[in-house]
């Protein structure tokens, strides 16, 4: 996961570099008054987003596989616990002990 996103920051991270270099060259507009960084940021964003989802395809499917093992085990073990209150929780119902 650290991998995925380390991955996305640079793939904006690039795109940042691009089109900073792109409006400062004169081939995008600037901004209006001081709203220059801004929109470059914006612009580095939205670029950034489809190109990460193309690019990061794989990444993100190995992502994805390892958060559902994460979340299953969770589950095993929240349910094994379960099992084991309730079998102690059984034992002393059938011992007559207030549980």
Do not use: H
């Amino acid at each position: 996961m650290l991998r995925y996103t380390l991955m996305r920051l640079g793939i904006f991270a690039g795109c940042l570099l691009v089109v900073w270099g792109l409006v400062y060259s004169g081939v995008f507009p600037r901004g209006f008054g001081d709203s220059n960084f801004l929109w470059v940021l914006l612009l580095a964003m939205v670029i950034s987003a489809p190109v990460s989802f193309v690019v990061l395809r794989r990444e993100r499917e190995r992502a994805s596989v390892q958060i559902v093992r994460k979340v299953d085990r969770a589950k095993a073990n929240l349910e094994a616990n379960r099992r084991q209150e309730d079998v102690a929780d059984d034992t002393a119902r059938a011992q007559g002990q207030p549980s």
